[in-house]
């Protein structure tokens, strides 16, 4: 859970609130029901989709989410897994009592730091990398996740060098983040052209 995790908080660090759920949904829905794993990260979800749509203003969906965030959240550890939860659990009543104080919300702290893209390792990365394409709009997440997979063979090599490279600049870059998907693209299609070029040959 820790890279899931780790990239989840990076991403909602970065502003991304509703993107952030990604990076833990497909991690929450393999937990047994009413785990402290799940309920945790079931609070967290309720927790960015209520800052998501306080900003949105949807007052009454995010009064709704930060309740039931709450009672999720219920009975775990005020550091549980390394999360500031006393802190998330005080924005969750602020939030709860006054929606407008989404304009400005709260950073998640993991243990003790701001967790940021800059924080993050290369797996952490490769999670944040794959949940961005899918949550956010103009990106081919079959691209991304092939290039993630490229770049997990170069690791495995001993090499990080070019898909490690992107991958982490897909991430941190998020001024430029359009123009590193399409140079991505590139590097992906010419990866796979070569590919294409050998399969069967042999068979």
């Given at each position: 859970m820790d890279d899931s995790l780790r990239a989840g908080v990076a991403i909602y660090n970065a502003g991304a609130y509703r993107a952030a759920h990604g990076a833990w949904e497909s991690k929450w829905l393999s937990?047994?029901?009413?785990?402290?794993?799940?309920?945790?990260?079931?609070?967290?979800?309720?927790?960015?989709?209520a800052v998501h749509h306080a900003r949105d203003g949807n007052d009454s969906g995010a009064v709704g989410l930060a309740r039931s965030a709450r009672e999720y959240l219920d009975g775990l550890a005020d550091d549980y897994r390394g999360v500031d939860l006393a802190g998330v659990r005080e924005s969750l009543a602020r939030l709860e009592a006054d929606p407008g104080v989404a304009a400005d919300p709260p950073a998640l702290r993991l243990d003790?730091?701001?967790?940021?893209?800059d924080d993050l390792d290369f797996?952490?990365?490769?999670?944040?990398?794959?949940?961005?394409?899918?949550?956010?709009?103009?990106?081919?997440?079959?691209?991304?996740?092939?290039?993630?997979?490229?770049?997990?063979?170069?690791?495995?090599?001993?090499?990080?060098?070019?898909?490690?490279?992107?991958?982490?600049?897909?991430?941190?870059?998020?001024?430029?983040?359009?123009?590193v998907f399409q140079r991505l693209s590139e590097h992906v299609r010419r990866r796979r052209r070569r590919e294409d070029d050998v399969s069967g040959l042999f068979d």
């Open positions: 937990l047994e029901r009413d785990t402290d794993d799940e309920r945790f990260l079931h609070g967290l979800i309720q927790f960015t989709a003790d730091r701001v967790v940021t893209y797996d952490a990365v490769a999670v944040a990398a794959e949940t961005l394409a899918e949550e956010l709009d103009g990106y081919d997440e079959s691209v991304v996740a092939d290039a993630v997979g490229y770049a997990h063979e170069e690791v495995a090599d001993g090499e990080q060098t070019q898909f490690t490279a992107m991958v982490f600049d897909f991430v941190r870059n998020e001024a430029q983040r359009g123009l």
